[in-house]
């Protein structure tokens, strides 16, 4: 099998910031960590707006794995990154090696005291009985236990965010890419969504 | 000196002059450690029914058949097959 992989398709995100809502309501993350959000460049700039949805990408060669003082970081056969938070030292290296900024430190207390590092799961818990309150507790939820796929992925409204194998969604992506039948200079409902092959007749006397 | 000592005196100076041209890895390599945590379950050791609202289907312990069961919800995921 398998490696779960995530894949944002940006003619397609609207930023209507439903996977991150997804996430959080899934998992009950708390306050201030945001394990997945939507990141837009050229705001507002007509034709040139594009956005995407970042989490964890769940890497093949993670950095944060290579550079955690204290290997709480493993990786599961189906791909998923996960790590162990009663090992975890919230030393926050895993922060500073991550290209993505998928790791993400809970604050508290006038100080700012930085706890135990929060990141995406793929939705598969982690080093818990699986379904238990302790997993919920600490990881949020584990829909890969239920046969399921990750929140935010399974809620897109557009489908611009999919996830799950990569093989199977990088060939959903193509079968996509081939319908639109064109490439990314051009944008709007036709470029994301394909247009039909048979265009309807227009009614006569309507206007062009 | 004989030529061919001459010639093997040649080839040993230039092998040793040529020897701190060799180039070597100049980005540090990290090793990546042992996982020290606690073992996890795998998906597919749990039973189906076990969490309410689930629709997959699979046998239990059975790694094939959970596969199977997420690639059908995997393919849900595009729609031209869906309206197709």
Known sequence: MARMKFLCDAERCIECNGCVTACKNENEVPWGVNRRRVVTINDGVVGAEKSISVACMHCSDAPCMAVCPVDCFYRTEEGVVLHDKDLCIGCGYCFYACPFGAPQFPQAGAFGLRGKMDKCTFCAGGPEKDLSKEEFAKYGSNRLAQGKLPACAEMCSTKALLGGDGDVIADIYRQRVFKRGKGSEVWGWGTAYGKPDQPKAAPAGAKS | ?84
Do not use: I
């Open chain 2, 1 to 84: 000196m004989t030529t061919a000592r001459r010639l093997m005196l040649a080839v040993a100076a230039v092998a040793v002059g040529l020897s701190a041209c060799g180039e070597r890895d100049q980005v540090t390599v990290y090793k990546q450690g042992q996982y020290q945590g606690k073992p996890d379950t795998k998906p597919w050791e749990n039973d189906p029914g076990a969490s309410l609202y689930t629709s997959s289907k699979w046998n239990k312990g059975d790694k094939t058949s959970w596969e199977s069961a997420v690639r059908t919800r995997n393919l849900a995921q595009n729609e031209y097959t869906r309206v197709e």
